[in-house]
């Protein structure tokens, strides 16, 4: 998994250097890029961490390229620093998912404790994403016999009821119950629950 950082892209370097500069001081790893067609030069699907990008840009835009984004699934936030003529579109962008923007000129500090606060969603979304991969992959490994005894299970019902549901003996109940439970890596019916309810 590569770092989690910033990435800038802007076509001014000044605005550039100045944002590396502004980042670096408060220990946030950053990389630079000198346009939208750069950052997706270096395959952003590998990356994590957030996008401080410039709306307005020779070549693609910065909302081009976060629509490129969205449209390849990646889920970077995205922080957009806009001049004054573009607050409307970056409020478009909001719309679509942007995480937020920065009219210039901003407040350094504000505009670095954004860039650590989608930092830190970004490695809240990867870890409840890694989760959801988790538990759906047990699941995988469920005989249809243990799916079923699960749905009963998670509806409330006792053994000897799931027993006459399915027609069959209370004891192949409990060994069903026992392997479902061991397989999800859970020791009972409301840690099943309660397993299965962070996926969403």
Not at 19 to 48: K, M, V
Not at 161 to 190: N, P, Q, Y
Request: glycine share 6%; charged share 25%; hydrophobic share 45%.
């Amino acid at each position: 998994m590569p770092t989690p950082q910033a990435h800038l892209v802007d076509d001014d370097e000044a605005i550039r250097d100045a944002l590396a500069w502004l980042l670096q001081s408060r220990q946030i790893p950053c990389r630079s890029y000198l346009s939208a067609e750069d950052f997706l030069a270096a395959g952003p699907e590998g990356l994590s961490g957030c996008v401080v990008l410039d709306i307005r840009m020779t070549g693609m835009s910065g909302l081009e390229l976060f629509e490129t984004l969205q449209e390849q699934g990646i889920t970077l936030p995205t922080i957009f620093l806009t001049g004054h003529g573009d607050v409307p579109m970056a409020v478009a962008a909001l719309k679509k998912g942007a995480y937020d923007f920065f009219e210039k000129p901003f407040n350094d500090n504000e505009l670095a404790n954004r860039v650590l606060e989608a930092l830190d969603h970004d490695a809240r979304q990867r870890s409840a994403q890694a989760s959801a991969q988790t538990i759906a992959a047990r699941l995988d490994t469920l005989t249809s016999r243990e799916k079923q005894v699960m749905e009963l299970i998670l509806a409330g019902k006792f053994n000897k009821v799931i027993a006459d549901e399915l027609k069959i003996s209370m004891r192949t109940v409990e060994v069903h119950r026992a392997r479902l439970l061991d397989k999800m890596g859970v020791k009972t019916a409301v840690e099943l629950a309660q397993l299965l309810n962070r996926r969403s």
